[in-house]
């Protein structure tokens, strides 16, 4: 599934496709997936296929189209502090994205059939936490996986403001996702070959609406247990954080906020600055068999002129001063404000999550 886009050159690249062919359509979105970099969730031997719109699998490891993932996360609707649940959690990089939106006060847990691909998402995790940029310039809701098949949570189990499920459903199963949703939550899942979402409107009314065809590998079905007994599958604890936690997000969060004269870090993480591109402008684009309205209340004529006076712009400027404009070396301004802290160093580097430069 997949091939809606054009390849991208690098993940920017590949972003600016999934904008221009109406997949990402807000600002939230777009700003997840620009922080997290998808060729980091392949193995190193396959990074070069990472910036197709392509689903990607290996063994047990599996990553659907990016197209896919942009339609998912414009249908859940997620804002900080909901609770989500990813079932079929993979490699953790939706997981991630939807962790760069909840906030440090959200709730993100994902169930996952295989223990190895389990161990790869935390790997995946811990690399994010600990090397990459985004983590300082976002206010993170960290995901929690758990082994298990998703058609075994048990009853008993607390419900979720969102829901995704990244297998086939059958429609036999359709009122047991539907029941893992709390009132005014949103599920989205492939149901019967069209990805779906479902609003609870009630306690026994619902909204759906189908958004694209998908194909989707079938959910897998429990295995019967040898005893009799029904197996069951236990989602991720609700755990109250301690005070010590409290305090550095409350720091990090007062130090991302103050502008001390300087640069003032919004709460959903950076905006970024969209990349020229050369492209072709229409009124409609048909999407497999729907069509979707392009427009963002801006003309095309407009769009164009601010694009070239822009260009023009820089070009005099590079004659003035006889080079090529550079963008100038990023600086994680929150890691800055935190060393610069009277604290003594085990807890600034408390405060940074141990990472290094």
Not at 138 to 165: A, M
Not at 256 to 267: A, I, S
């Amino acid at each position: 599934m997949g091939g809606a886009v054009s390849a991208g050159e690098d993940n920017d690249d590949l972003i600016d496709n999934l904008k221009e062919a109406y997949y990402i359509r807000s600002d939230l979105v777009e700003r997840a997936f620009r922080a997290i970099d998808r060729a980091d969730y392949y193995l190193d031997e396959y990074r070069d296929n990472a910036y197709k719109d392509l689903a990607w699998r290996h063994g047990n490891i599996h990553l659907s189209a990016p197209c896919i993932y942009s339609e998912v996360m414009e249908a859940l609707d997620l804002h900080p502090g909901l609770s989500f649940l990813n079932l079929g959690s993979g490699t953790g990089y939706l997981s991630t994205m939807v962790g760069l939106i909840l906030g440090p006060f959200g709730v993100n847990h994902g169930i996952e059939l295989h223990a190895d691909v389990i161990e790869y998402a935390y790997q995946k995790l811990d690399s994010f936490i600990k090397t990459s940029d985004s983590f300082d310039k976002f206010e993170f809701c960290e995901p929690s996986f758990v082994v298990g098949n998703c058609l075994e949570i048990p009853p008993e189990s607390r419900q979720y403001d969102r829901v995704y499920c990244g297998a086939g459903v059958q429609k036999e199963h359709e009122d047991y996702m539907k029941n893992l949703l709390k009132v005014g939550g949103i599920l989205v899942m492939p149901l019967e070959e069209k990805l779906t979402k479902i609003t609870r409107t009630g306690s026994n009314s619902w909204e759906t609406k189908k958004i694209i065809s998908v194909s989707f590998a079938p959910l897998v079905l429990p295995k019967h247990s040898t005893n009799n007994k029904p197996k069951t599958a236990p989602l991720p604890k609700y755990e109250v954080r301690s005070l010590q936690e409290l305090a550095r997000i409350c720091i990090r969060h007062t130090l991302r906020v103050t502008t001390d004269g300087g640069d003032r870090l919004h709460k959903y993480g950076p905006r970024f600055k969209r990349r020229r591109v050369n492209r072709r402008h229409c009124n409609a684009l048909v999407l497999a068999t729907r069509q979707v309205v392009a427009s963002s209340g801006i003309g095309p004529e407009e769009t164009v002129e601010e694009e070239d006076e822009e260009e023009e712009q820089e070009e005099e400027e590079e004659k003035e001063t006889g080079e090529l404009l550079r963008p100038q070396p990023a600086v994680n301004i929150l890691r800055e404000r935190i060393l610069g802290l009277p604290l003594p160093e085990p807890l600034k580097m408390y405060l940074l999550y141990y990472r290094e430069k």
